[in-house]
């Protein structure tokens, strides 16, 4: 199993443009997340989904679209880059039973910067 | 509150020292408390977890001391290692179901020196 992967893991964009961050997961898991990491502010929540065609917001997610078309993808979405959204982002996955511990297993990350 | 409070920011130990993580919430929903480790350049990973109705959990060199009533839990590492050089993270869980949520410290640096 490759686990959560990421791409890229690098990107430098310039303030205005659009681009998608992609995450994928093959350990079949319903539940899938988007985080940013930024100095001293841990990890924030962005967006979420439960399932395919299910999507809902975190804590943070002005700025960010995201999309659920299979279980295996989850694709997030900056329409128009701005600084502040400089930030390492970070896909995780976990299964979505009722058990609390269901381990929440995170890609290794995209470094985004926006000029 | 959906809010972790975690302290210090930053940690120095020598090697073979104990280094102590703490962490203190208000949400008494909260049901799950696990601990994640990042080294530079890779994703968070679960190292050691406990639930409020055990006081302490141990993982090898790795124990995590719960608080119910002061809100309070903390990571122990005995022995630090420098291999265990990493940022460290303490969340909480909350929310029902299956649509339950994580909520993470701010982190904290830990260096061991050699």
């Known amino acids: 199993n490759a686990g959560v992967t990421q791409t890229p893991k690098f990107q430098v964009l310039k303030t205005g443009q659009s681009m998608t961050l992609q995450c994928a997961q093959d350990?079949?898991?319903?539940?899938m997340s988007w985080y940013r990491q930024d100095p001293g502010m841990g990890l924030r929540l962005i967006h979420y989904?439960?399932?395919?065609?299910?999507?809902d917001q975190g804590e943070v997610p002005n700025g960010y679209n995201v999309s659920r078309s299979t279980t295996e993808d989850f694709p997030l979405r900056l329409l128009s880059a701005a600084p502040s959204q400089t930030s390492v982002y970070f896909c995780?996955?976990?299964?979505?039973?009722?058990?609390?511990?269901?381990?929440?297993?995170f890609g290794p990350g995209t470094r985004l910067t926006v000029l | 509150q959906q809010q972790v409070k975690q302290s210090p920011q930053s940690l120095i130990v020598q090697k073979g020292g104990i280094s102590i993580i703490n962490c203190a919430y208000e949400n008494t929903a909260f049901d799950y408390f696990p601990w994640y480790q990042q080294f530079p350049g890779k994703g968070p990973a679960l190292l050691i977890a406990i639930r409020p109705d055990v006081s302490e959990k141990k993982e090898g060199r790795f124990t995590i001391s719960f608080n119910k009533s002061a809100k309070q839990f903390s990571l122990h590492i005995m022995d630090s290692q420098p291999g265990d050089s990493a940022t460290y993270f303490c969340?909480?869980?909350w929310g029902g179901g299956s649509n339950y949520k994580l909520t993470f410290g701010k982190g904290t640096l830990l260096t061991v020196n050699p």
């Open positions: 969340a909480a869980k």
């Open positions: 350990m079949n898991h319903e539940y």
């Open positions: 989904s439960v399932g395919a065609g299910i999507t």
């Open positions: 995780a996955s976990r299964t979505a039973t009722r058990a609390s511990e269901n381990e929440q297993f």
